[in-house]
């Protein structure tokens, strides 16, 4: 195991993404700080400009990934040999991609993405995000050095479903099938507790990004529970009032 991937076991990763549009766009970088400085082992970040940030202001592990979308794919999330470049270029210590089976530019085949990115980065550590089991095994028998459960829920497969479904029944699958390197448990991930418990599963590392970096989704959940429990409480109030 190399040294990065040793340092990342047992601990989280914080995902600071940011949508254009998005309050915080452009701004990760000062979440990534703060996620340091909270014990994180590890960050992710998504952009050139902010994984090269990341890397001058963190001591810890970056994970890169480049948001893409092609007109003839469905896959976007570091798509293309080009957006692994620029990852690496940028100084991402891994950069993750997706490994599932939808449909890639130029109709190619992962296998062959894969044996692109080899020949031009042989040593670098590259995470494949995943959906299945067959899509997680084969990622692990082309070399991939990471398998990442991110992509559960968001394949037409899994559509819907959400990772910590049945105790994470589709995470302890893939662990199950995937013994021979690390596995991540990623996608969905809402709780502390959540996080444990992917740790006591087999998960390597755990990567949370929503509900630490996103404080629109963060305060959506309060707000919504806060509604149903004024609702709950106003039919309680008529109901004894009958």
């Known amino acids: 195991m190399s040294d990065v991937l040793r340092s990342l076991h047992g601990g989280v990763v914080v995902s600071c993404q940011a949508l254009l549009g998005e309050p915080l766009f452009g701004q990760m970088f000062f979440m990534a700080k703060a996620a340091a400085e909270g014990g994180a082992a590890g960050i992710l970040m998504n952009g050139y400009e902010d994984i090269a940030q990341a890397k001058a202001a963190v001591h810890i592990p970056v994970i890169g990934v480049m948001t893409q979308a092609y007109p003839d794919a469905e896959v976007e999330l570091t798509p293309t040999i080009e957006e692994v470049a620029s990852a690496m ?46 899509e997680a095994v084969l990622a692990r028998r082309l070399g991939f050095n990471c398998v990442s459960s991110a992509a559960y829920g968001y394949t037409p497969e899994t559509h819907g479903r959400k990772l910590y479904d049945d105790d994470f029944a589709a995470f302890r699958e893939i662990r199950g099938a995937v013994t021979d390197c690390p596995v991540i448990g990623e996608g969905g991930v809402v709780s502390p507790s959540h996080a444990a418990r992917l740790l006591e599963l087999g998960a390597d590392f755990v990567v949370v990004g929503s509900s630490i970096t996103r404080p629109q989704t963060i305060t959506e959940r309060f707000a919504s529970a806060m509604k149903q429990a004024k609702c709950d409480r106003q039919l309680l109030a008529r109901i004894s009032s009958t």
Not at 99 to 114: L, Q, V
Not at 118 to 130: D, I, K, Q, S
């Open 89 to 134: 270029r940028a100084g991402a210590d891994l950069v993750a991609c997706d490994a599932t089976w939808r449909r890639r530019p130029n109709g190619e085949a992962i296998d062959e993405f894969y044996r692109k990115c080899r020949e031009r980065f042989p040593n670098r550590l590259l995470v494949a995000e995943v959906a299945t089991v067959d």
